[in-house]
């Protein structure tokens, strides 16, 4: 008597993010063991992720030529009246507009090189802050445009003897304050300005903390700051040191009351531009991984967990071959994302930061073949910097070209691990494009070798209302085409792989369901 099939359902493929870190034998079957420039959107389904286009048309040719120099950083500056500007910078000039870019030059006696800068806003002014440069401050406050070195700006309402403001690499506005940290001079200072002052690094309630005084185990380096539930938080390669006036700053900031609220020691920040403030949390990069602060802070005594421990080994790999300022990221609260991007390797990794896994972790899907040198989030929109000016996270295709998006699960043994599976058929459950082509791969016995199969979506799809769906899939706006494809296939072994592969080329597309029909067979 012939065996009945069996159908090894995965109703949310790649729902738990990639898992390179346990034996694809172990890690369970929500996890995947490739996952290639998708994102998991709000209804839990694995989709391909958005390209990016440019909205900079126009490039200026002034002082010396088109913009064509890589664009390396972004920022957005609000005036108290509530006019907004962009910036943008090369390895040497400045830049401002989205659509139209505009050269803009500082009046320093430095040269504009690196294109590292990170920017703060503070009280009607923009600071930029370079390690080894003189701080750049942009302002409007005469009622003219004034863009120049912060001690030449100083020297506008003082004239002291010596100028001390800092060349630090690392600067935060916050609590009324510019703080400065990693200098050329000191890896071991925070400084901070007069209240509102932020070009003040000399006079009235500005200051300094060194904060060597307070190191548990002998030196360390200050990378970034932060500030998050009323403290400021200083973030070293090894330990994270958190200060506090007593009142969490909730009336004027007091900073001869400042005190050490806690040194969390053996784990830091190895990058700069990985901070990034969620709002209930910050996130940063360490030597062994993407960690959150709200989480190290509750855990300081007890060993430390990590968002991104199911890939911990590609992360620790991608930290050594990078310099600190090749390490950029952003969180885009309405794409409900985290990335965290690698500029040497082009690999950008996707924090899905709806919710933890039970183990604490985050859902993470990695991007490859990115070209983004930076980020910057204004209202619902996200900019990437590119080489030729501002892009936008928008549309399905990367500048008019297709992308790949690639799903494999995890080893299938269907609970009979000796026992040979004889596959006769697989199908897809399809969201999105029409007349879309894919690719379902199988794979036997951990080989690297797969049987393909090539499906295309019909023109039509199936329309499935809101809460109704022939596939009993679930939540769909109105209007969603959905395909469910079968075809039969071939092929035994006794450890199943699965594989979805699709070129992306200007249509949405996400993968809600794959069904593989088996029978078992003798016991090898």
Request: with cysteine.
């Amino acid at each position: 008597m012939s065996k009945q099939l069996q159908a090894v359902a995965i109703a949310a493929p790649g729902f738990f993010g990639l898992n390179t870190q346990q034996s694809g034998a172990v890690a369970g079957q929500g996890f995947a063991l490739k996952s290639e420039n998708c994102v998991i959107d709000k209804y839990g389904r694995l989709g391909a992720r958005k390209g990016w286009e440019y909205v900079t048309t126009a490039k200026d040719t002034v002082a010396g030529g088109n913009v064509g120099a890589e664009i390396k950083g972004m920022a957005r500056f609000l005036d108290v009246a509530g006019g907004e500007l962009f910036f943008s910078w090369s390895a040497d000039k400045f830049y401002t507009g989205i659509s139209d870019l505009t050269t803009v030059t500082p009046t320093t006696t430095d040269t504009i090189a690196a294109g590292n800068w990170q920017a703060a806003s503070l009280n009607d002014h923009m600071y930029f802050f370079q390690r080894g440069y003189k701080p750049l401050v942009y302002s409007m406050e005469t009622g003219v445009a004034v863009f120049e070195d912060v001690d030449a700006h100083y020297f506008g309402y003082k004239d002291p003897l010596t100028q001390n403001t800092p060349k630090g690499n690392t600067a935060l506005s916050a609590y009324g304050r510019l703080w400065v940290a990693d200098t050329d001079t000191s890896k071991t200072t925070v400084y901070f300005s007069d209240v509102l002052t932020g070009w003040d690094f000399n006079s009235g309630t500005a200051g300094s903390i060194d904060v060597s005084a307070v190191l548990t185990q002998g030196t360390d380096e200050i990378v970034s700051l932060g500030a998050h539930n009323g403290n400021l938080v200083v973030f070293c390669k090894n330990s994270i040191i958190i200060y506090g006036d007593g009142d969490n700053f909730q009336s004027s900031i007091n900073t001869t009351a400042l005190t050490l609220v806690e040194v969390i020691q053996g784990v830091g920040c190895v990058a700069r531009d990985s901070v990034q403030n969620l709002g209930d949390d910050i996130l940063f990069l360490s030597a062994n991984g993407v960690r959150s602060l709200s989480r190290v802070v509750q855990e300081k005594s007890q060993p430390l967990s990590d968002i991104s421990k199911n890939i911990q080994d590609d992360i620790v790999q991608l930290i050594q071959g990078e310099l600190s300022s090749t390490i950029k990221s952003v969180y885009s609260p309405s794409n409900s994302f985290y990335l965290i991007s690698f500029l040497n390797t082009g690999f950008t990794y996707c924090f899905n930061t709806g919710g933890r896994l039970e183990d604490g972790s985050f859902r993470v899907l990695l991007w490859d073949g990115q070209t983004a040198n930076a980020y910057l989030c204004h209202n619902d929109s996200m900019y990437i910097a590119e080489g030729d000016g501002y892009a936008k996270y928008s549309g399905y295709a990367d500048n008019g070209d297709k992308y790949s998006m690639t799903y494999y699960t995890t080893y299938l043994d269907l609970g009979e691990p000796s026992a040979a599976k004889f596959v006769k058929r697989i199908s897809a459950t399809t969201i999105g494009a029409s007349g879309q082509t894919f690719v379902m791969k199988v794979g036997y016995d951990y080989e690297d070798e797969y049987n393909s199969y090539a499906f295309t979506t019909s023109a039509g799809g199936i329309v499935a209302e809101y809460g109704a769906s022939e596939y009993n899939i679930g939540e769909y706006t109105s209007g969603t085409l959905i395909d469910n494809i079968q075809a039969p296939a071939g092929g035994t072994g006794t450890v199943l792989q699965v594989a979805f592969e699709a070129d992306i080329d200007s249509a949405e597309l996400s993968l809600q369901k794959i069904s593989v029909y088996v029978k078992l067979g003798k016991i090898t």
